[in-house]
């Protein structure tokens, strides 16, 4: 079966970065795009942006630009989002999804809370 | 402030049958694909409608999807009280800041 397991809980200095990994098992990892989204506490959804395992191509959510980073590693079916320069703002729960068409992000990862504080 | 625009709140009591709404514009539900997702308290979203209208493998059919112009519905038919979540949907915007997007979200309270 179709799984994406996100790394554990991070806690960051406001100035840092941090880099949440998302590894994918039960399909063919270079198959299909993966895309990050992420959610403030008590809010909505936000699109973070996407990435080609196959090709490394990304493409990012224009208020992210310059701050975040898409990588993968496809030996070990593994994608990461990197965020820098973090402030309190970028405190919320970080979710990879397995896009298999633009609009059917069919697969999640259980999510990744990332909490920026002094 | 959401590019898409959903009411934050829908209630209907079990058994019954209710739709949300979700506006955009041509840029991005004119153009492009709706898909909606259930998020229940605590977990990650759930994929309930692609496609406009489409639905993944199990999920059943009381949930259906629709799309006019630049609007989409999303509907629920024999509404149970494990329907009570967040309801989002979600399309490509291809303005200049061309991307994903997501309405603000719906809460479902079953009464």
Redesign the interface.
Known sequence: QVQLVQSGAEVKKPGASVKVSCKASGYTFTSSDI?W?RQATGQ????M??MNPSSGNT????RFQGRVTMTRDTSINTAYMELSSLTSEDTAVY?C?RAA??????Y????TLVTVSS | QSVLTQPPSVSAAPGQKVTISCSGSSSNIGDNYVSWYQQLPGTAPKLLIYENDKRPSGIPDRFSGSKSGTSATLGITGLQTGDEADYYCGTWDTSLSAGGVFGGGTKLTVL
């Open positions: 895309y989204v909505g959804l936000e699109w942006g996407w493409d990012y959510a224009q979710y999804a068409q633009r609009d059917k992000l069919d999640w990862g259980q999510g």
